[in-house]
Structure formats: C-alpha cells, structure tokens
C-alpha cells in the first residue's frame, strides 16, 4: 500500500485526454482516454496513480478520499489565449457593436484596444491585480487550472513592464498556473498613429530586451516560456512589422506566437510558422494551402469561437477542415474586454462544437493536452497522467459530451489544483 495525499475515485468516466506525448492531431483528437469507474491517486501535488477504482484502492491510501459518486473526472482547462489583465470595461463599445459598429473600425478610430490602453495606462498595479483576481477567480470556477496571460494594454515600456508585474503577482497569488506572454505589438499607441514603424523600432531596440530581463529575472525563468506575441492585421501590424518584430524576438529567445487571420489574411500564419511559432491563433481567413502548412509543422492552430459569437459573426474558423487535414488544434476562451468577455472553456467548447462542427471529444482534448502543448506545458499538465501537475475537474454530470452541451450554465463541482481542493 503507498501512502498518498488524495484519492479521487469512482469516477464514471476518468477522461484523461493523455496523448502518450505531443498534442493530438486529426482523427486522434477523438479519443479522451476514457476509464470507466476510474480513479486517481495524487502525492506531493502530482498524479502517483491512475486506474479503475478497484486497482487503485488496494494500492493506495490516503487521508482524503474522495467519492465522485458517477460524475465525469477529467484535466483541469487550460486556457492558452487570454488578455485578463486590463482596467475597466468596454460597455459602451458593446453597445456600439450591438447597433452595427465594427470592431477594427472602433480600433482605428481610437476606441477598442486603445480605450482600454487608456484606462490601463492610468491604472496602479494593485488596481490591475485586483481587477484581475476576479477574472482568474471566474476561470477557475468553469474548471480552468492553467492560463496564459499577455500584455498589450500598455503599449509603452513601463506599462507594458507594469503589466508583466501583475502577471508576476497573480501566478504567485492565484491557485491558476499561468504562462505569461508579451504583446507590446497589439495595437498602435495613440502617440505613434501616424507612424507605426517608430513604434516597432522601440520594440525591437528595447522593449524586446527588456521585457527577456524581466522574464530571466522573475519566478517564471526556468519554469515556464516567455512568448512574444503580435497582432498580424489590417489597423494593427503589417507583416512586414510583425517578421522584425517576431524576428527579433527569436534572437533573445522568446517563444513566438501570433494573431492571425483573424479578420484578413496578411500572410501571418506562412510567417509566424515559419519561425517556428509554438501557436497561431484565431484563423478565421487562413487559406487552405496554410492550413496544409500547420498541419505540417509543429505549430498549434488556436481557435477562438467566443470572438465570433461575441461579434455576432456567422464565419467561424474551418476548425473542422483542420482537423481533418491532420492539423493539432487547440480552443481558448480569448478572455479580453472587448472580443471575447468570456472566462468559460466550457462555453467556448459549446460554441465550438455547434458553430465549427467539432465533436465533444475533440473540444476538450482541444483545451486540455492541445492548449497545454500550445503553451510550452504539454510534458507536466494538460491530462491525467502518473507524474503529471494533479490538476483535476469533477464535473456534475456522468458522460464527457454533457460538459459541452448543455450551456449556459457551469458544468463544474469540484476544482483541484496540484492536489488541493479549490473550489
Ligand atoms: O484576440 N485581436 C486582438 N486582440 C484581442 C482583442 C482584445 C480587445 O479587443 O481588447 C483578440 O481578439
Ligand atoms: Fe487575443
């Protein structure tokens, strides 16, 4: 008998979604790893067994047992696109869009991003965490245990540095794991309207730099990646920008990932994979011969339904196109003030199978193993595996396909992260 901290077991299902190593791709994103009246042992915060609950009970022993009672266990979501840090709201563009407004034309007409850099910019520290605590205390509450966070709500050194602090504070503080990712590159500043290039030039001379100074010194170096990342868009970066941008972020040794063809296709997606970017993201216009590439690459394809049904969009990204062309897709909630106010992987798993023709077992490998492979974690989290983070949902409900099918409500009972019960 081996001692442990925690035994989770008669599980209807224990969906592990583990892949044996690498993200799935294609026709292996149908398969979740079922274990029926499955059960999990955890020590020192990582998964020491797994099994059906009659091999796992003569084998371990633990002080804290608990009894799933026939519900779905599964991994905690990882959520490997979200821009949560940012001060305020976006209410009154909300409305402006309701009554037929476009996003990149608020863009460009000084609102969206940049109203949000605004009031970011004015925004201390402690108001950022603040604000920000509430949104990862949300996540977790739909099931999410790990998250990327990127900056972009500064666009100038010091409060693009302010935003890195934050992300800094909320992974010590909050039970959520997070990977931070820098996008200094997400809109232009107000103050370089006319001339975007001087602001790239900045990027690329300093802010690049000291951002890898930031990281190297912070708790994440050694622990996790540090992404650059960059918008590739009409009103937002050329292409041309993007590659000094990505290239230079190469050369101090950032992960690269990159908004693409979110809106119109500039190329990004060759570019961005090309450089061996760990994830593109968003891909509503990628063209097929693009979707041949990723498929071919180590590259991840993100995709984010939330944006499209916050929009009211009727064009989604052909996630099931590629699948089926062999690409490995991932699924983010994109939790931002403005596209996508959505903290749920649950309901971006809703969207995604109903909108973008995805079956329930291939949304939730897409933001389980997929998105933890999407952003650097794939070894140590992302499914239920013996030497994997512990990180465990119980769901209220005793079949996978029920967490994205019923909407608008939390499929979610119980969280536990790295062994310890959170919510
Ligand atoms: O992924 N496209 C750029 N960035 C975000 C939107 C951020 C915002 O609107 O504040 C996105 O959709
Ligand atoms: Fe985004």
Request: proline letters at 4%; glycine letters at 10%.
């Amino acid at each position: 008998m081996q001692d442990c901290q925690l035994i989770v077991i008669h599980a209807a299902e224990l969906v592990t979604c583990d892949s044996g190593g690498g993200p799935k791709r294609g026709a292996e994103m149908l398969s979740v790893g079922s274990i029926r009246d499955g059960a999990v042992a955890v020590a020192d915060g990582r998964i020491v067994g797994i099994g059906k609950t009659s091999e796992i009970l003569p084998a371990f022993e633990a002080d804290t047992v608990i009894n799933a009672q026939g519900r779905v266990v599964a991994p905690g979501f990882v959520d490997p696109h979200t821009h949560i840090v940012y001060a305020g709201d976006r209410l009154d563009e909300f409305e402006m869009k309701i009554r037929g407004a476009d996003y990149l034309e608020i863009l460009t007409g000084g609102g969206g991003i940049i109203s949000t850099v605004r009031k970011t910019r004015s925004a201390s520290a402690d108001e950022l965490f603040e604000q920000s605590v509430s949104r990862l205390d949300k996540m977790l509450a739909c099931g999410t245990t790990v998250c990327e966070i990127k900056t972009g709500y500064g666009l100038d050194a010091e409060s693009e540095l302010k935003m890195l602090d934050v992300i800094a504070e909320l992974d010590k503080s909050h039970p959520i794991d997070i990977v931070p990712t820098f996008l200094a590159a997400h809109a232009v500043p107000p103050e370089h309207k006319g001339d975007p290039d001087v602001y790239v030039d900045e990027i690329c001379a300093a802010m690049l730099a000291s951002a890898w100074e930031w990281y190297t010194s912070s708790h994440f170096y050694g622990r996790v990646p540090f992404y650059c990342d960059v918008f590739c868009e009409s009103g937002a970066y050329t292409l041309d920008q993007s590659r000094r941008i990505i290239e230079t972020a190469r050369g101090l040794g950032f992960g690269i990932k990159a908004h693409v063809d979110q809106f119109n296709n500039l190329g990004g997606s060759r570019l961005a994979i090309g450089y061996g970017a760990a994830s593109i993201d968003h891909l509503d216009a990628i063209s097929g011969g693009e979707i041949a590439d990723l498929a071919d690459s180590d590259t991840i394809g993100i995709v984010i339904p939330t944006e499209n049904f916050n929009g009211g969009k009727s064009h989604y990204a052909d996630a099931r196109k590629m699948i089926d062309a062999g690409c490995a897709v991932a699924l983010s909630t994109d939790y931002n003030p403005g596209s996508a106010p959505c903290p749920s992987q649950p309901m971006a798993m809703a969207i995604a199978c109903r909108y973008q023709k995805l079956l329930p077992a291939e949304v939730l490998n897409a933001a389980t193993i997929n998105a933890a492979y999407a952003i650097g974690l794939g070894q140590t989290h992302g499914s239920i595996a013996v030497g994997k983070s512990a990180d465990l949902v119980i769901f209220d409900c005793g079949d996978h396909r029920q967490i994205s099918y019923e909407f608008g409500g939390s499929p979610v009972k119980n969280v536990i992260k790295s062994g310890i019960i959170c919510y």
